[in-house]
């Protein structure tokens, strides 16, 4: 069982910077692919980026290429989404999840745990 809490969410205007963290309870972290979702109102949760269990390997939607960064401590169990050059889309309610396997998902279902989520809201 992994329990994920985000935190770093927060009102910013466009052009603007956040840095998500994830943190994730047990031992097992280092053997987790992570991944950061989004959802906005009245729309269905949509993959932002994902992480190997390593770091190694990352991926993002092509929204969010060349402006955010996903990146791991797996010696403190935490994942982090920086956002620079925000958007006013891109505010939602933000989500990390984490997924067993060695493979990057970029499908809500092949997660197995989430996070509550956390609001970032970009104003114009």
Known sequence: QVQLVES??????????????????????????????????????????????????????????????????????TVYLQMNSLKPEDTAVYYCAAKTGLRVGTKVGSYDYWGQGTQVTVSS
């Not at 692919?33 to 190694?56: D, L, N």
């Open 8 to 77: 770093g969410g927060g009102l910013v205007q466009a052009g603007g910077s956040l840095r998500l963290s994830c943190a994730a309870s047990g031992r097992t972290f280092s053997t987790y692919a992570m991944g950061w979702f989004r959802q906005a109102p009245g729309k269905e949760r949509e993959f932002v980026a994902a992480s190997s269990p390593s770091g190694s390997t990352t991926y993002f939607t092509d929204s969010v290429k060349g402006r955010f960064t996903i990146s791991r401590d797996n010696a403190k169990n």
